[in-house]
């Protein structure tokens, strides 16, 4: 699978990430359903991340966090 390499303005700096286009369409559909700007949605990960890992690692955890959460809350709505 193959990475796809987008530039960033995070806090007036700029940046790239590289993450694998579904994780781009995660986050696009994250960033959405919380009103917010893809860019703004990567900034705040990135403020909350411990600055000892890459941001690329960060952002895919939030959408694995992002999408566990909203599988316990489907189940829990079952049950």
Known sequence: M???KRSLTLHGHRT???L???FWAALEEIALSREMS???FI???DDARDPES???SAVRVKVL???RN???AGASREA
């Open 16 to 18: 790239s990430l590289a």
């Open 2 to 4: 193959s990475l796809k």
């Open 65 to 67: 966090d992002h999408y």
């Open 43 to 45: 900034a705040a990960v």
């Open 38 to 40: 893809l860019a703004g």
């Open 70 to 72: 909203a599988a316990r």
């Open 20 to 22: 694998e286009p579904e």
């Open 54 to 56: 890459a941001l690329s």
